[in-house]
């Protein structure tokens, strides 16, 4: 018995790995598979106590392949690892909060556009020298470009100034109100004077060791850190592009933890693993191009909306995990979500025909659905996604591609019909998912456009009220749906694997991976 | 002295060409360094300032030139994503990929030289027979397959190492070679079983010649014959074989590196490439264009150390 297991192991494995080399990896990726993982017992149930110290080896699937640089980062891999490196005024936290770091009071005028920090007295940075209000001052002027008009993170060109009265206030006033812009501090304070990509140094629970490209990223606990401290004494990444790899190494013990894994990898690793299950935070959809034949009439965008039958999917990707959605919003944003959005276009796939046929489409109509090859997730379920288009006479081409040309073809020049993609936010706000949809944005790749829309989105972003606000965004999600702005289909789960009695991942809102929180139990 | 100066003169043309041939590809595959680095972050005014950063926004022969009069001074600029000079990054996986290279080149003699002329040696004999069979299975195998079999096996099975643990050789060097030992192991296989085919395919077509016939009627032991002989006449194919089959395990261990989780060179062309980093793509391919035009040249000239009839024109 053993052996018949071993040897589909085996064969899994030769399979996996021709897909592996085939597509030689590349993305920022997390993929998702048809088998479900082993049933494992929860992390917390376990009466295993943390012990500290030890030596933590992390797997990660790419290497960090931009800048270092925590005020121009913008992979979604390289923020993951830095996050425990450097940190902001404010810092999130599981529940999506935003709470105090290196301030220890934050205070929002009426008028939304004044923010009033009080530093905390006993923050360092990693070098051993107190934060003061001079390298606040720095670090966000640089952020926002104060010296060269060029704001290093978009966000921050709503900053007018940054004034420090005494030695531990300061005051950032923007151009106008925008009481989301809480969110974008939690960029990274360094050093006054500091070129961050030389000196990589900042005020987390971890400090910057070393690089070696390809190779590994090391980390190691701080001891002054103000907070709560790491438990592992040190954390090397490894980089281990090769998923089947990944997983012999994970398997074998060189790794202790690994993120982003498969219904199918989990399966593959057995028992002795503790395997930690959340969402990607990320919104899946079928993107449509607003402006090209027929997706620019909204009456076949909402027909075909009827057609997508979500749980298939997921059940085919996952085995059911994963959370469906029904607009811009993943359900992990607890404060905007709208779970009545969901099942608006409930499936139906003779109501989808009927619509298609009222518009001029009895016979159905080709179309072509360009995925990035790197993302697994997207490409099967553009193939399931096929398969429920042909129920209503739709003929799909999936058109593979790889992460290159899909930045610059489909994101960057617009230049395609429709697409499967996850769309994650930058920050932990309401408005880094939305802005895209308005009509002049930037990254408005779908090219979607309706003026009540960005009319309602100026209105919310300028709101100075919580719940006014949340009410607003709510609106705008409302609006997405209703237009059937694209063809929402779910948050993907994410798994993550732990072995050699490693325990105590938890999952943020975001996309990063918080190592102090890990431990070892033995 | 003219033979050194046609095969120099060729040497810098086939560069040139596969340096520019490179080049032109990377103009032609779309998407540009700038297109990964800002990911979905990309506005017009973004890629602009990172294209003019970058020195992107010159004309690609003006590019190019640039790129060749450094390349001749030695500097071979720096990585667009890892922000450090192309010499610094490369020289550490160079020493990694060269030395999974040589172990298992070294592998491919000590396994087939032997093997070869034993089954040379016992043609046709039932030993012969059987082994040919899996000499046939084991050439046909890829050497990434045996590489996962070697990771589940004495990896997962028998613990011989653990895979993924790769340690830097200044970190631990025994460690290091030992690490090594499966992955040059993996390579070294179906390249041997290739090696000893031919190489008992041609000592056997020597046996058959009349100085043979000759040899043995001095009264000279099969083995004598054999080794004096037959070996320095057999061998002129398997050299030419040898030099090809060096080529074929440097691309091998591009593969095998992703098995085996080892951060050599080749794992660092293949994320340069996806990455369009350019200035590492077209150092590597130099390096190992070099190195594939040398080893064709040595074998060459070792033609005529085997065999002194052989004269160069």
Known sequence: ?522 | MRYVLKKAGIFILTLLAISLIVFIAFQVIPGDPTTRMLGTQATPEKVAALREELGLNKPGIVRYFNWLTDFLKGDFGSSYTYHMPVNELISGKLSITAALTGMSFLMVLAISFPLGILRARFAHSIPDRIAMVFNQIIMSIPSFFIGIIFTYVFGLVFKFFTPGDFVQRAENPAAFWGYMVFPALAIAIPKSAMVVKLLRSSMIREMSEDYVRTAYSRGNSRWQVLRSHVMRNAIIPVVTFLAVTLVDIVAGSIIIEQVFAIPGLGRLLMTSIIGRDLPVVQTIIMIISIAVITVNYIADISYKYIDPRIRFR
Request: aromatic share 10%.
């Open chain 1, 1 to 522: 018995m053993r052996h018949t297991k071993r040897t589909i192991a085996l064969f899994l494995a030769t399979l996996m790995m021709t897909a592996a080399l085939s597509a030689c990896s590349g993305g920022k990726g997390n993929e998702t598979s048809t088998q479900p993982p082993a049933e494992t017992p929860n992390a917390d149930n376990n009466s295993a106590e943390p012990v500290m110290g030890g030596d933590l080896t992390v797997g990660i699937a790419q290497d960090l392949d931009d800048s270092l640089d925590p005020h121009k980062m913008v992979s979604a891999g390289t923020r993951e690892v830095m996050f425990n490196v450097f940190e902001g005024l404010v810092k999130p936290d599981t529940a999506g909060n935003l709470n105090p770091a290196v301030a220890s009071d934050v205070e929002i005028s009426e008028t939304g556009d004044t923010f009033t920090f009080t530093l905390r007295d006993d923050v360092l940075f990693h070098n051993g020298n107190p934060v003061t209000v001079k390298d606040v001052n720095y670090s966000l002027s640089r952020v926002a470009g104060l010296d060269t008009g060029k704001p290093l993170i978009d966000e921050f060109s709503a900053v007018e100034s940054i004034d420090t009265p005494d030695d531990k206030t300061v005051v950032i006033k923007l151009k106008e109100p925008n009481i989301e812009f809480l969110a974008s501090l939690t960029a990274a304070i360094i050093p006054d004077g500091s070129d961050p990509t030389a000196d990589m140094i900042g005020t987390g629970p971890f400090k910057f060791v070393s690089r070696s490209p390809q190779d590994n990223i090391i980390l190691e606990k701080f001891d002054g850190y103000w907070g709560t401290p790491a438990y592992v004494d040190k954390v090397t990444y490894k980089i281990i592009d090769n998923a089947e790899a990944l997983i012999m190494s994970l398997k074998g013990g060189a790794l202790d933890l690994v993120a982003h894994l498969t219904s199918a990898q989990v399966k593959e690793l057995g028992d002795n693993f503790t395997v930690a299950e959340g969402t990607m935070n990320l919104v899946q959809a079928v993107y449509l191009n607003n402006n090209v034949e027929p997706f620019n009439n909204m009456k076949v965008r909402q027909a075909l909306s009827y057609a997508i039958d979500r749980n298939a999917i997921m059940d085919y990707l996952a085995d059911g995990r994963g959370t469906a959605v029904g607009s811009s919003m993943y359900p992990a944003f607890k404060k905007y979500f709208r779970p009545e959005l969901v099942d608006h276009y409930k499936y139906d796939a003779e109501k989808a025909k009927q619509l298609l046929a009222d518009v001029g489409y009895p016979e159905g109509f080709d179309m072509t659905i360009t995925v990035p090859s790197n993302y697994k997730p997207h490409v099967e379920t553009a193939e399931v996604v096929a398969q429920q288009m042909k129920a209503i006479g739709v003929t799909v081409d999936i058109q593979t591609v790889d992460w290159e040309t899909w930045l610059s073809e489909v994101y960057q020049g617009r230049n395609y019909q429709s697409t499967i993609i996850g769309v994650d936010a930058s920050t932990m706000t309401a408005s880094a998912m939305l802005k895209r949809f308005t009509s002049d944005s930037g990254s408005n790749f779908v090219n979607f456009s309706d003026p009540e829309y960005d009319k309602v989105f100026k209105e919310a972003v300028a709101c100075t009220d919580d719940a006014e606000q949340i009410e607003l965004y709510g609106e705008l999600q409302t609006i997405l749906t209703k237009n059937a702005a694209n063809l929402y289909i779910q948050d993907l789960c994410d798994l993550v694997a732990m072995g050699n009695g490693v325990k105590g991942y938890e999952f943020y809102p975001l996309y990063v991976m918080d190592m102090s929180k890990v431990y070892f139990t033995k």
